[in-house]
C-alpha cells in the first residue's frame, strides 16, 4: 500500500527535527544561553513540528508522537534545569 509519499520525503521528516535541535544547540553554545532557555526552545520546536506533522495532509503520527514525547521530556529538563542546575541531567 503506497500513501504517495516518496522515501525521501520521509528522511526529510526525520531530517527537519534533528537540524532544528542542532540548529538551536550551537546557537545557545555560541552565545551562552543558560541551559534552561535552550532546552525551552528545544522543546518548543518539538510541539511545532508534532503539530504540523499531525496536520499534514497524509498525518505522521508516529513521528509526531514521538516528537510530542521529546517535547514532554525536555519541558522537564528545562524544569529541572532552572530549579537546580546542579540536579539536572543534561
Not at 41 to 64: E, K
Amino acid at each position: 500500500m503506497h500513501n504517495g509519499i516518496d522515501l525521501d520525503v520521509y528522511f526529510e521528516i526525520i531530517l527537519y527535527p534533528v537540524a532544528g535541535l542542532f540548529v538551536i544547540e550551537m546557537i545557545s553554545r555560541l552565545a551562552k544561553i543558560a541551559n534552561w532557555v535552550k532546552l525551552l526552545t528545544q522543546a518548543v520546536m518539538c510541539v511545532g513540528f508534532g503539530i504540523a506533522y499531525i496536520a499534514m495532509q497524509v498525518a505522521h503520527w508516529l513521528t509526531a508522537g514521538v516528537l510530542l514525547a521529546l517535547a514532554i521530556a525536555l519541558f522537564y529538563q528545562a524544569k529541572r534545569s532552572k530549579l537546580d542546575p546542579q540536579k539536572a541531567l543534561y
